[in-house]
């Protein structure tokens, strides 16, 4: 008697069933889709990097195609991946997305293509738009609703205390004034009421809900929209004001909703099938603020990658720093629920001097031997290194900073340079930190932390040691996924995940957490902190812009 399978019919073991939740990281180098479980461990990811454009000098640009074609490929493959381990792709409930914050798109309403390449983040081409209202300022100043007007330093604070930043070539509003101004379809556009304008998350939401009779979904969350100049912190309304300050038109601008509700379905590739909702929107670094469940006021993290970003929760509280830092939206957890705040702190060199030691001084090999080097000495024997590389961002703010070493003596050996190194980021971190205590009247209570360097255990303890407070280290550190994907499962309580709920939550990556508990005293640490203060003022205004001499 014969099998009652053919050869031509091979049995297949049925696909599983599971319940996840995925996350789309759309970086400035490379995009990834990461497929989460309740206790956020990775099932499987997909990562693709993308092609960088840089034009001229100081320009940086994407092409907005490629964006999504790449997100594409990463949603297929992580699929894929999901199949081979058994899984029906109806596991993934929902997605989240996270993305490169202020890096600004221009398309067309009427074709949905795009007008002209996207314009990254930290693209400087603006300096001359950011001078043009610098001046504006200057002698014709903002003007209010009630009409009057406010110039100089009044103006710029007026702008302050309602957007949380100042006017920079970072922002998206001063990069759509350029393309406006150098792109003639953009201004075609705007001025036939054709144009769209969005970040990378508005972008990459259009093509994935859009459909052969319908356009796709035009919206944004508050921590995208806060990176704009265009957003009032305190209603999470478009500024009007702003608007006409800058002479743009409401129409163009992305629908606000909140960061955690569903939004619509995918409507092509990988997760049509099944439906898949977004329902999380951050940009990347409060979505990292979120994955190291920062949720409470007084909480902070640091992203040690090639720079530093810090964000400490303020609360329902908008915070305008006088020392140098930035107000911004943390997250609202739903539309009905009150918007969190923070304060963040840019540091412009971390992780990029150990690359300097590696490939400028050639005194390293790779990571592995800076940690094994630094380790080699107990202190850094005197020494400090302000690594001014690139001037000094938060707090400090002065481009024309110099890098500093002092404290060199005869007794210096590469160990101590290294150990400085690590002690240059946690020093300037504390900087931040101690900024973000003062102006919002509130402790630290712990640091969380994630990125390249927080795989050094040394690095973690040195900065606990010289911040005097703990610092939280995960065993999964895709932080800034991680917390896309909370977002996405809290709008639809997968799990039981609820962000306005912390205890929900509790057990989510906290498997193989570590904490790095400080072992010096009060006293250790103010001497050395005042020696690293000192170093400090020595490198500022090393560089004077338009000096000969």
């Known amino acids: 008697m014969g ?10 073991e049925p696909t599983k069933m599971g319940e996840f939740v995925g996350a789309l990281d759309c970086g400035t180098t490379s995009t990834r889709f990461i497929v989460f479980d309740k206790d956020a461990n990775i099932i499987v990811q997909y990562q693709s990097e993308f092609p960088q454009y840089y034009p001229h000098p100081g320009w940086h640009e994407h092409h907005p195609e490629e964006l999504y074609d790449v997100t594409v490929k990463c949603l297929e493959g992580a699929a894929e991946k999901l199949r081979e381990k058994g899984y029906s792709v109806d596991s993934i409930k929902t997605i989240g997305i996270t993305n490169q914050r202020e890096t600004t798109v221009a398309w067309s309403k009427s074709t949905g293509k795009h007008l002209c390449n996207a314009i990254v983040w930290d693209d400087g081409r603006t300096a001359s738009v950011v001078q043009h209202y610098e001046i504006v300022l200057e002698s014709t100043g903002i003007e209010l609703p009630d009409g009057t007007f406010l110039k100089g330093k009044e103006g710029k604070k007026w702008i302050a205390e309602r957007t949380g930043l100042p006017i920079s070539t970072y922002f998206s509003a001063i990069k759509l004034h350029w393309m406006i101004q150098h792109h003639p379809e953009v201004k075609e556009a705007l001025d036939k009421d054709d144009l769209s304008f969005g970040t990378v998350d508005s972008w990459l939401i259009y093509n994935m809900t859009k459909t052969a009779d319908k356009p796709g979904l035009h919206l944004t969350d508050p921590t995208n929209a806060s990176r704009s100049l265009l957003l009032d912190l305190h209603n999470l309304q478009w500024s009007e004001t702003m608007l006409q300050f800058f002479g743009l038109k409401r129409s163009i601008l992305p629908e606000l909703r909140s960061s955690s509700e569903v939004y619509g379905a995918i409507s092509e590739g990988a997760l049509k099938g099944p439906g898949v909702s977004i329902a999380g929107i951050a940009g990347d670094q409060q979505a990292a603020l979120i994955g190291n469940k920062c949720l409470t006021k007084g909480e902070g993290k640091n992203t040690y990658g090639t720079g530093a970003f810090v964000l400490f929760n303020t609360g329902e509280d908008v915070v305008v720093s006088k020392r140098g830092l930035i107000g911004t939206v943390a997250y609202q957890a739903g539309p009905d629920v009150k918007p969190t705040y923070a304060l963040e702190g840019s540091i412009s060199v971390a992780g990029s001097a150990v690359k300097w030691l590696r490939d400028g001084l050639n005194m390293i090999d790779d990571v592995g031997h800076f940690n094994t080097l630094a380790a080699q000495c107990e202190d850094t024997g005197g020494l400090y290194f302000v690594t001014a590389l690139s001037g000094l961002l938060a707090p400090y703010w002065d481009p024309g900073a110099g890098g500093l070493m002092i404290g060199l003596t005869s007794y210096t050996t590469p160990a101590h340079i290294a150990r400085a190194t690590m002690e240059a980021a ?10 973000m205590k003062a102006d919002a009247n509130t402790e630290l209570k712990r640091l969380k932390v994630d990125g390249g360097m927080t795989n050094s255990d040394l690095m973690m303890q040195i900065q606990a ?14 932080s800034t996924a991680l917390g896309a994907a909370l977002l996405a499962a809290s ?9 306005t709920d912390r205890s929900t939550v509790e057990h989510v990556n906290s498997k193989g957490k570590r904490t790095f508990k400080p072992t010096t005293t009060v006293e250790e640490r103010n001497r050395r902190h005042k020696d690293w203060t000192k170093a400090v003022e020595r490198s500022r205004n090393w560089n004077v812009f338009g000096d000969d001499d």
């Open 491 to 499: 709008a639809i309580k997968l799990f039981g995940w609820n962000l």
């Open 465 to 478: 040691d010289l911040g005097g407070f703990d610092v939280v280290r995960p065993e999964m550190r895709e």
């Open 3 to 12: 099998s009652i399978f053919s050869a031509q019919e091979p049995f297949e």
């Open 426 to 435: 946690a020093f300037h971190t504390l900087a931040v930190v101690d900024a």
